[in-house]
């Protein structure tokens, strides 16, 4: 009821109505700006400037005074925001504005540690009045300096219509009158709002804005509360430098790393802050240190405020894909700005009145008069700082799932998260092995791998429902386990789990513990996971660069040693296949001119030096199995050349959730055993591969069918094991040992990664 009353949807929904209307003065971003700047910097200070004390006019006061901010902060922000989309038009122009814009609050944000240090904490009231008057006389000038700047859109655009030019109404049949053209706001509005991608992002940033707003309102008392005076004592040097790191840190880090968010995009950015706020909030939540909770607020205010700006572009980018996906002539982005106004301005009003009612349960409303801290309250504040990024990363994450790339963020997180206790019982076994024999810790170790390798098809069978259909010498395959190099076509990051599919089929008991892969060497970075494949036998090799062949022949004699049956998967092509990467496959059909061979149109062209090297080092081989993936999504309206990731595979749309798999089985005696015959002979299987993916493209069928309704692995195997993870996830809620014990691992990653570095594992 409080947001209720003090949001101004009445102006929000004028807005909406007539910013981008034909023929409104409003239609110029700047007029807007110069129009409304007075209104806004009066109402400003209208809200430092209390009526009464203790009366019903101090709750009056504070509402009208809400109102009429926000109102104009609505507007001025509206077309700032439309300002922004239309001028750059560009992603590089976009990021390169982005950071200007974080410059100029760079130089804005030293007014708080300032307020802080002049007002004593606001002690002195009276000092922190006179700041905000300062303030708003210059960002008064500010706001005239950009009203007077030339209108943002062409004087035709802004005179008559977004969507036609002004011959365009005189000349019938022309083209822009065949254009579906939004003579209503409303039509418009119906348009963004059947757009999945528009739902997500209002979602999301409803949720950060009200995670912003608590991390800005409660950042001063989180730190009375939980840290020590003598650390950092009120109105000190020191607390006024943590303050300002903590304004500062992320528009520096955004000014920065101008060139990785134009390399990366808006919106990987925005996913890897969310998940590095989640995975800090579980951290830190076991820890009491006051020098590591201010680490933690560090790091949240990174990851907080270093993603704010973000959302600008991002929703710009939007509406530019509306404007082609409709064909309008220009982007309506003050709709689109005003209708996310209208649904995230709530937060800024809703995130603190929620926090001070938790918190009012441990003391808060007596701290506030009193200044006397008790233990109830330092806990509950302790508690709301750091489960709030865990909380509502998790619920921007979910908000997400409407976007289809990021549906399985669950069965992601379950498969992450399980590396944690598994590299630590894969160290315990590591530690024990000095005093019991090989044979024993082979046989935990084979344990617990294939206990993951269940996780994982878990996952990637009974979750996702796909249905597999099998084709070609599956028989042979299936009869008992062996010893097998794998070669399959490399189109996604689920290839490697369609190769456990395979092993956990062979032999009644299945191979996948048998499995390990060829993989690229920047793997080795990451954390837990690269250093237990490296032990686990899996092979790093450098795709680019100088290639060493010393590290991958040590990795072939110790696999060879192992005395047990083993699949080597490698990807010939040494990148995946994707109609996204066209450098990879106009590089490829090059290469094919070049040597006088035919095109390849599905697949790349092989390389044979891993390949080679396995087959002349590896005496215990059986078996060369030729393996060919084809994922019915391939085969959707505009989908061919676009196989699904990770993240659709496992919680896509139903619609073409099959998986066709061709083997041909070669024993490794008849393969070629000269560099240049297997050269040749590869080439020849990829002709081969890139003729049955045309048929498959085709009819949705390979030859030699064997099962073309296989069932998926028993649940009674992976579900056990499912259960002992998600259990070890558990467990450090409420063991401290296994939580302390969880710590050092995931502290230990940057050892390990420098034990490999030693190694010499790539």
């Not at 706020?277 to 933690?296: C, E, N, Q, R």
């Not at 393969?671 to 045309?694: F, H």
């Amino acid at each position: 009821m409080w947001a209720i009353l003090t949001q101004p949807y009445a102006g929000a929904a004028i807005f909406i109505s007539i910013q981008d209307k034909p023929g409104s003065w409003l239609n110029s971003r700047t007029r807007v700006i110069r129009t409304f700047a007075p209104f806004m910097v009066t109402s400003f200070v209208f809200m430092w400037v209390p009526w009464s004390e203790g009366s019903s006019l101090e709750g009056i006061h504070l509402i009208v005074s809400l109102f009429l901010y926000d109102a104009f902060f609505s507007a001025l922000g509206v077309s700032w925001s439309a300002l922004f989309a239309d001028s750059t038009k560009e992603p590089g122009l976009r990021v390169s504005a982005m950071k200007y814009s974080q410059i100029s609050i760079l130089a804005s944000v030293n007014i708080i540690a300032v307020t802080e240090k002049l007002s004593h904490s606001l002690e002195i009231f009276w000092a922190f009045q006179l700041i905000t008057v300062a303030v708003a006389f210059i960002a008064l000038f500010c706001f005239m300096v950009a009203g007077s700047l030339r209108p943002s859109l062409p004087y035709n655009v802004e005179k008559d219509s977004l969507l036609m030019a002004d011959n365009d109404f005189d000349v019938p049949g022309s083209p822009a009158l065949k254009k579906k053209e939004v003579g209503s706001m409303w039509v418009a509005m119906k348009e963004i709002f059947r757009e999945k991608d528009f739902i997500a992002i209002i979602a999301t940033n409803f949720i950060h804005t009200a995670r912003s707003v608590a991390h800005m309102n409660f950042a001063s008392t989180a730190t009375e509360l939980l840290i020590p005076q003598s650390i950092l004592a009120k109105g000190s040097l020191r607390l006024s430098l943590f303050y300002g790191v903590l304004t500062l840190g992320p528009q520096i880090l955004l000014i920065l790393n101008e060139r990785v968010v134009a390399k990366n995009g808006a919106y990987r950015i925005l996913m890897m802050s969310y998940a590095v706020s989640a995975l800090s909030g579980i951290v830190f939540f076991f820890i009491d240190s006051p020098y590591l909770v201010m680490v933690f607020m560090l790091i949240d205010s990174i990851t907080v405020h270093s993603a704010a700006p973000l959302f600008n572009i991002v929703i710009s980018d939007f509406i530019d894909d509306d404007a082609k996906r409709h064909s309008r002539r220009s982007g309506l982005s003050s709709l689109v700005f005003s209708l996310n106004a209208l649904f995230v301005k709530p937060a800024q009003s809703v995130a603190p009145v929620l926090v001070v009612y938790i918190l009012n349960n441990y003391g808060y409303s007596d701290y506030i008069t009193s200044k006397q801290p008790s233990t109830e309250l330092a806990s509950a504040m302790r508690t709301v700082l750091l489960t709030t990024p865990i909380i509502l990363g998790t619920m921007i994450l979910s908000a997400l799932v409407l976007v289809d790339e990021i549906r399985a963020t669950v069965p992601c997180c379950l498969l992450s998260f399980s590396m944690v206790p598994y590299a630590t019982a894969s160290l315990g076994i590591g530690a024990v092995s000095w005093v019991v024999p090989r044979k024993v810790t082979q046989v935990l170790d084979n344990t617990l791998y294939r206990a993951y390798m269940r996780l994982c098809l878990f996952v990637f069978e009974n979750i996702s429902g796909v249905q597999l259909k099998l084709y070609g010498d599956f028989q042979q395959m299936m009869r008992e386990p062996e010893s097998a190099l794998v070669l399959a076509n490399h189109q996604s990051d689920v290839d490697w789990a369609v190769a456990v599919m395979l092993a956990e089929r062979q032999g009644p008991h299945g191979n996948e513990a048998g499995f390990r892969v060829m993989v690229k060497h920047v793997i080795h970075f990451v954390p837990l996971f690269g250093w237990y494949i490296f032990q686990r036998g899996y092979i790093y090799v450098r795709r680019y660069g100088e290639f060493l062949s010393s590290p991958v022949l040590k990795q072939l004699a110790w696999l060879d040693s192992l005395n047990e049956k083993f699949w080597l998967l490698i990807f010939p092509e040494g990148t995946r296949f994707s109609y996204k990467r066209k450098e990879n496959i106009l590089a490829s059909r090059e290469f094919c001119h070049r040597k006088g061979i035919p095109e390849l149109k599905n697949v790349l062209c092989p390389r044979v030096g891993g390949l080679f090297m396995a087959l002349e080092r590896l005496e215990t081989l059986d078996a060369v199995y030729d393996v060919t993936i084809g994922y019915g999504q391939t085969r959707l309206p505009k989908r061919r050349g676009l196989a699904p990731n990770m993240f659709e595979f496992c919680c896509g749309g139903p619609a073409g959730r099959t998986l066709s798999i061709h083997l041909k089985r070669y024993p490794a005696k008849e393969m070629p055993k000269s560099r240049k015959e297997l050269q040749e002979w590869t080439l020849k299987a990829y002709e081969e591969k890139d003729k049955l993916l045309d048929r498959f493209h085709g009819t949705g069928e390979f030859p030699d069918p064997v099962s073309l309704s296989e069932p998926s692995v028993s649940i009674f195997r992976t579900v056990p094991p499912t259960i002992c993870f998600v259990a070890a996830l558990v467990a450090p809620l409420y063991v401290p040992a296994v939580r302390k014990a969880y710590l050092y691992t995931v502290a230990s990653f940057p050892l390990l990664i420098l034990w490999l570095e030693i190694k010499k594992c790539a």
